[in-house]
């Protein structure tokens, strides 16, 4: 068993002042002032955390069994693919991506093209090319091992504080604490954080990092994680079965679901545009590569006009791709819609169909129908072509059905 936690005799600023006394008196209590207020905080247990978290984690592919070492590569790649994505999202994804390159130095050695590929379908396509700069610097400059400390861990590409700690922590067993938002739920709750997010963020490490033993770093944080996930869920926490249920400030006040505080977020600005759907005669789809760097850089996509947020539907076609013979153009029924992080975008399809032996535009490519899934086409080309086409979703596992009944010649 591990020993209670003691917090610092200065705990930080804007924590709640009305705390409720501690659960236990046998626990360590920490007292300061803020402002003119007395502070006292009754720090939870970690071992009780940790034991809660040997009956209760969650079997996940890329973590060690109990007594097993965690392969960094599996820690990594993992952590990398769940940033602002769902568990049951990533997990075909990491299987298809272990399957084809089962450690670093095979990931290091694919072209770019063919990691895009197959992350096509998970989003935040950043990611994808930074794992890819990622793989080959660690080949390049650590002989294929990945560091084991947290400010070695930080300069590699798409490796930031959260990541870091995570590998460190989970793969090395360095005290380390990343927080991401499952834990920075807890950690607001527990502690009646008052201060909105993301003005909140430094606090919330502060006091991660005060609850993080010398000892099993990496099941605290895994366990940390999976209390978040699974039981101080955003709505409707199962407070009952937590194990820190009575050291809760937020339950306490009998609304924990008030917790983390959030500042409402401005207004994003709608931009809209236009596709063009152009299926040749022989089922082939017109479609180019997008620019390495940007927005979606590197993916393959459907000929687009500008997105903008004064898009004139009326002129659409005037940036419709230019071919040596095709029948007019219609418009397909139904909008696209998409979220990205900074906007939401708007898209109408406009589709035509070509002859059999007309050339693509300059910069472009036909790719045919059956084999669209095989390119590194993001989630919103599969939407433009879903809508084109009447393919079915699998929502699970995020793939298409083309059929191309609807434009066939």
Same mark, same amino acid.
């Given at each position: 068993?591990?020993?209670p936690?003691?917090?610092s005799?200065?705990p930080?600023? %804007?924590?709640?002042?009305?705390?409720?006394k /501690?659960a236990?008196?046998t626990?360590?209590?920490?007292?300061g002032?803020c402002g003119?207020?007395?502070?006292?905080?009754s720090?939870?247990n970690?071992?009780?955390?940790?034991?809660?978290?040997? %009956? #209760?984690r969650?079997?996940?592919?890329?973590?060690?069994g109990?007594?097993?070492?965690?392969?960094p590569?599996?820690v990594?790649?993992?952590?990398i693919?769940?940033q602002? @994505?769902r568990?049951?999202?990533v997990?075909?994804?990491?299987?298809?991506?272990?399957? %084809?390159?089962p450690n670093v130095?095979?990931l290091?050695?694919?072209?770019?093209?063919?990691?895009?590929?197959v992350?096509?379908?998970l989003?935040?396509?950043?990611?994808?090319?930074?794992?890819?700069? +990622?793989?080959?610097?660690?080949?390049?400059? #650590? $002989?294929?091992?990945? /560091?084991?400390?947290?400010?070695?861990?930080?300069?590699l590409?798409?490796?930031?504080?959260?990541?870091?700690?995570?590998?460190?922590?989970?793969?090395? $067993?360095r005290?380390?604490?990343p927080?991401?938002?499952?834990?920075e739920?807890?950690?607001?709750?527990?502690?009646q954080?008052?201060t909105?997010?993301?003005?909140a963020?430094?606090?919330?490490?502060?006091l991660? !990092?005060?609850?993080?033993p010398?000892t099993?770093?990496?099941?605290?944080?895994?366990?940390?994680?999976?209390l978040?996930?699974?039981?101080?869920?955003?709505?409707?926490?199962?407070?009952?079965? +937590? /194990?820190?249920m009575?050291?809760?400030?937020?339950?306490?006040? $009998?609304d924990?679901e008030?917790?983390?505080q959030?500042?409402?977020?401005?207004? !994003? @600005?709608?931009r809209r545009?236009?596709?063009?759907?152009?299926?040749?005669?022989? %089922?082939?789809?017109?479609?180019? @590569?997008?620019?390495?760097?940007?927005?979606?850089?590197?993916?393959?996509?459907?000929?687009?006009?500008?997105?903008?947020?004064?898009?004139e539907?009326?002129?659409?076609?005037?940036?419709?791709?230019l071919?040596?013979?095709?029948?007019?153009?219609?418009?397909? /029924? $139904?909008?696209?819609? #998409?979220?990205?992080? #900074?906007?939401p975008?708007e898209?109408?399809?406009? *589709? @035509?169909?070509?002859?059999?032996?007309?050339?693509?535009p300059?910069?472009?490519?036909?790719?045919?129908?059956e084999?669209? !899934?095989?390119?590194?086409l993001?989630?919103l080309?599969?939407?433009?072509?879903?809508l084109?086409?009447g *393919?079915r979703v699998?929502r699970?596992?995020?793939?298409?059905r083309?059929?191309a009944?609807?434009? !066939?010649?």
């Amino acid at each position: 068993m591990h020993s209670p936690l003691e917090l610092s005799k200065t705990p930080p600023s %804007r924590l709640a002042l009305k705390r409720r006394k /501690p659960a236990s008196p046998t626990r360590g209590e920490a007292t300061g002032a803020c402002g003119s207020d007395e502070l006292s905080i009754s720090p939870p247990n970690a071992a009780a955390l940790l034991a809660w978290y040997a %009956r #209760h984690r969650r079997s996940l592919p890329w973590r060690a069994g109990a007594g097993e070492r965690a392969d960094p590569y599996r820690v990594w790649l993992s952590e990398i693919m769940l940033q602002q @994505t769902r568990v049951s999202a990533v997990l075909p994804y990491y299987a298809k991506f272990l399957a %084809r390159w089962p450690n670093v130095r095979a990931l290091a050695a694919e072209p770019l093209g063919e990691v895009l590929k197959v992350w096509a379908g998970l989003g935040y396509y950043a990611r994808a090319r930074n794992l890819h700069a +990622c793989a080959r610097a660690v080949v390049e400059r #650590h $002989g294929g091992e990945f /560091p084991r400390e947290e400010s070695a861990l930080r300069t590699l590409p798409g490796i930031g504080r959260y990541t870091a700690a995570a590998i460190a922590a989970i793969a090395f $067993g360095r005290r380390a604490t990343p927080v991401d938002g499952n834990v920075e739920r807890v950690i607001a709750r527990l502690f009646q954080v008052e201060t909105p997010f993301p003005a909140a963020k430094p606090e919330f490490h502060r006091l991660a !990092q005060m609850l993080t033993p010398k000892t099993r770093a990496g099941d605290f944080a895994q366990a940390m994680m999976d209390l978040g996930a699974t039981i101080c869920t955003p709505l409707a926490p199962a407070c009952a079965l +937590c /194990p820190w249920m009575a050291d809760c400030g937020a339950r306490a006040t $009998g609304d924990p679901e008030r917790f983390p505080q959030r500042k409402a977020k401005p207004a !994003q @600005t709608l931009r809209r545009g236009a596709a063009f759907f152009v299926m040749r005669a022989d %089922r082939s789809i017109l479609v180019r @590569t997008r620019p390495p760097r940007g927005l979606l850089g590197g993916m393959t996509e459907l000929p687009t006009t500008a997105w903008s947020a004064d898009f004139e539907e009326s002129r659409s076609l005037d940036e419709a791709p230019l071919l040596s013979s095709r029948r007019p153009w219609r418009r397909v /029924p $139904g909008i696209v819609a #998409h979220v990205f992080t #900074h906007f939401p975008l708007e898209l109408v399809v406009y *589709a @035509t169909n070509v002859a059999r032996d007309t050339p693509p535009p300059a910069g472009m490519r036909f790719v045919p129908l059956e084999r669209l !899934q095989e390119e590194a086409l993001p989630n919103l080309m599969r939407k433009v072509v879903a809508l084109a086409t009447g *393919a079915r979703v699998d929502r699970t596992t995020r793939s298409y059905r083309w059929s191309a009944t609807r434009h !066939q010649n």
